[in-house]
């Protein structure tokens, strides 16, 4: 299988005019029925209509798509049948965890630092003062 659950990937889209062009850090949380998408929100039928005049290939019937259910970064559920993504841009995006010691910091800086983390996007973090 292309998406693997706990994954995050990046990828690119057949059809960037009707699903946008480049998703990054979108998070694998797993393999879905056409019946799933539509409880959880996506208009698939819709969307699979608009893109059988792009997608050479593309099964008319939404039903016959594999669906992956993604997380986003704002943790927003997002689903993208296979059908409708270039599976040769997709790759795994790999991820580390960071210790920062920072000595002798003044109280003060430790409100900056946190602002500072969270503008780049890092939501889960821990400080620690010692």
């Not at 099964?59 to 993604?70: G, M, Q, S």
């Amino acid at each position: 299988m292309v998406f693997t659950p706990n994954k995050i990937y990046k990828f690119m889209t057949l059809a960037p005019t009707v699903l946008g062009g480049s998703f990054t850090m979108m998070k694998a949380e797993g393999i879905i029925s056409a019946k799933l998408a539509i409880k959880n929100g996506a208009d698939i039928h819709d969307i699979n209509n608009k893109l059988t005049a792009i997608i050479p290939g593309l099964p008319e019937n939404a039903n016959d798509n594999t669906y992956v259910l993604f997380e986003n970064e704002d943790k927003e559920t997002v689903i993208f049948a296979l059908e409708w993504l270039d599976l040769n841009t997709v790759e795994v995006v790999e991820s580390i965890n960071i210790r920062l010691d920072l000595p002798n910091c003044d109280t003060s800086d430790l409100d900056i630092i946190r602002n500072a983390i969270l503008e780049l996007g890092y939501n889960d973090i821990k400080i620690y003062r010692y």
